[in-house]
């Protein structure tokens, strides 16, 4: 017998048509024909998407539980994002809020290979929480974001990243931008002592990230970023798979609608291989509520037959201000991500990196 993971859904639909609903899913998910059109019996048993459940939850939606066989999946998470939402995705009535993850998938995809101890490995920070923040605008030469990088390196900041909208522009050739940001922030690393480490977005196609991957492990860079849901979560598996010298942060860039965040990122991102999940925090410009991050930041955090956990990296429109709330609300096991309200801080960059950083510390000695 076929090992089995389950899937639950919301449904918004008449309660008379509910359960006509989830068997459609059901199938939908699993095989996408007509039953009586199968003849084998191991399909029809094994392979066939079983509905393992309706609740109901009020006011017209439905929660729906989906068994489907483990062995559809393979060892490819593209295949998974497609067997657990796929073709159900093009029905704006029906989200995907939570996966079972069996022992099976987690051995198949391995999760993080540096997770949130292997990123605090990195930059000597035992155990406090960690610092980031991001390069931009895109439209800065490379002359600009190198002397961005080296100032806000010189604040002691753990994390400095590309902004995601930063690819291989005229006016930004990754070629040229990445060896470059990442020497002023080694010689910004050389002069505080702290072991600032750069972050480069990946962008394009398999082969062009293979050749940046490459570039940066020339460059000495030991961390990278891509946005999966723009890039494909296979890409995403075959960094961590093939490159595990390299930590990757995973960008929320297209993740809205459609899958919980806490699910998508604290649970499936996590088992693909992110080692670290950005998210937009509470508070910021995104609209995400302080339970949903919570329990994104939980789910990234807990037991999963044994993968490391990911550090949770709440962002978007966070302030120096904040940073003893964030702490209050996230604990010790979470990297902070402030980009523009340090950049606003102009000629006292560094000073403000360099609070923000103090400010960790001392709340977490």
């Not at 470059?180 to 962008?203: D, K």
């Not at 075959?238 to 919980?260: F, K, N, Q, T, Y």
């Not at 978007?316 to 340090?342: C, K, N, Q, T, Y």
């Amino acid at each position: 017998m076929s090992a089995r993971f389950h899937i639950t859904y919301h449904v918004r639909c008449p309660a008379n048509e509910i359960e006509a609903r989830a068997q459609a899913i059901a199938i939908e998910q699993s095989v996408e024909m007509p039953l009586a059109a199968i003849e084998d019996a191991r399909i029809l048993s094994e392979i066939v998407g079983q509905v393992a459940g309706i609740a109901d939850l009020g006011r017209g939606v439905f929660e729906v539980r989906i068994a489907l066989a483990v062995e559809t999946v393979g060892e490819d998470a593209g295949q998974m994002l497609n067997m657990i939402l796929g073709n159900t995705s093009m029905h704006a009535c029906v989200s995907l809020v939570d996966v079972e993850i069996p022992a099976e998938l987690a051995g198949i995809f391995g999760g993080p290979r540096h997770g949130l101890e292997g990123l605090r490995a990195r930059v000597g920070a035992a155990r406090r929480p960690l610092t980031a923040t991001a390069i931009k605008p895109q439209g800065l030469p490379v002359e600009g974001l190198a002397a961005l990088a080296h100032r806000l390196a010189l604040g002691g900041l753990d994390y400095i990243k590309d902004d995601h909208s930063h690819a291989d522009q005229a006016f930004s050739p990754f070629a040229i931008r990445v060896p470059a940001i990442a020497q002023a922030v080694r010689r910004a690393a050389a002069a505080t002592g702290h072991a600032s480490r750069y972050v480069p977005m990946l962008n394009g196609d398999w082969g062009r990230m293979q050749s940046e991957l490459r570039l940066a492990r020339e460059c000495g860079i030991d961390t990278v970023m891509l946005a999966p849901m723009l890039s494909g979560v296979a890409t995403l598996q075959a960094i961590a798979r093939d490159w595990p010298e390299m930590a990757v942060l995973a960008h929320p860039s297209m993740s809205g609608g459609g899958i919980a965040a806490d699910l998508l990122f604290g649970t499936l991102l996590r088992l693909w291989g992110a080692d670290a999940l950005i998210f937009a925090n509470y508070g910021g410009r995104f609209g995400f509520t302080p339970s949903l991050c919570r329990n994104l930041a939980g789910r990234a955090l807990a037991p999963l037959h044994g993968l490391r956990p990911a550090a949770p990296t709440p962002a978007g429109g966070m302030e120096l201000a904040r940073v003893p709330e964030l702490l209050d609300f996230f604990g010790r096991d979470v990297m902070l991500l402030i980009g523009g309200s340090l950049l606003a801080a102009g000629s006292r960059i560094p000073e403000e990196a360099a609070a923000f950083h103090r400010a960790v510390e001392r709340y977490f000695p």
